[in-house]
């Protein structure tokens, strides 16, 4: 197998593992479900991998970093810190029937039983704390916004968004996405000194 080959089938599995995850769960996924859904031996699975938890936590990480790319996207482009606040405020709220959140969901849940998992996820959600920390900081130094402390505004804003999620994804019909997102802007605008109408 040549080293470009081996990168496309580790690909591949990932991809794999991050469907089979999604339906049955991280506590339920075993190395002989991805092995089957992928069409390769558990042998090849155990190639890569070594060891289940390096798998899910690996599938975890492959899943998360097709989000913080897109986080990295909005860091990267010229737009003011307003507009990255606002793209970032959308990115990272659930959306349709997102599998990104099933999949972080699943993750913290898991982490408490997992170390290699919790050392991903924690590494995973800490990078959009520190994103939001430095719109924030970018802001409060041009003048957009106003905020003593960026850091703990960049994680009461996250917590508020987890939790929403949290009951967005899991507890259907319960709360409008359109409703989370409207607490979510009223929330962020009081930490940052904005009327709730400017992050629209």
């Keep these: 197998m040549t080293r470009r080959t081996a990168e496309v089938r580790l690909d591949s599995l990932l991809r794999t593992a991050c469907d089979v995850i999604v339906q049955r769960g991280l506590a339920n996924t075993r190395t002989a479900d991805v092995a089957q859904a992928a069409g390769v031996s558990q042998a090849l699975v155990f190639y890569h991998f070594a060891t289940k938890e390096r798998l ?7 899943a998360a ?4 790319g ?22 990272y709220g659930p959306t349709g029937r997102s599998q990104s959140w099933s999949m ?9 039983r997992t170390p290699e998992l919790e050392k991903v996820s924690r590494r995973l959600d800490l ?3 520190e994103a939001l920390t430095q719109v ?10 106003s905020c003593d402390d960026a850091p703990g505004a960049a994680w009461r804003i996250n917590a508020l968004l987890d939790g929403l ?9 319960v709360l409008s996405r359109r ?22």
């Design 56 to 62: 899910l936590a690996q599938a975890f990480a492959y």
């Design 65 to 68: 970093e097709q989000d913080l």
């Design 70 to 91: 897109r986080l990295d996207a909005v860091l990267a482009s010229s737009a003011a810190p307003l507009e990255k606040l606002k793209k970032i405020l959308r990115l």
């Design 104 to 112: 972080w969901i699943d993750g913290w849940s898991e982490s408490q």
């Design 127 to 129: 990078r959009w704390k």
């Design 136 to 145: 924030i900081t970018d802001g409060c130094r041009d003048g957009t916004f």
């Design 165 to 173: 999620a949290v009951q967005v994804s899991v507890h259907e019909r």
């Design 179 to 200: 409703l989370a997102a409207e607490w979510v802007r009223l929330a962020a605008a009081r930490e940052l000194g904005l009327r709730p109408e400017q992050l629209a």
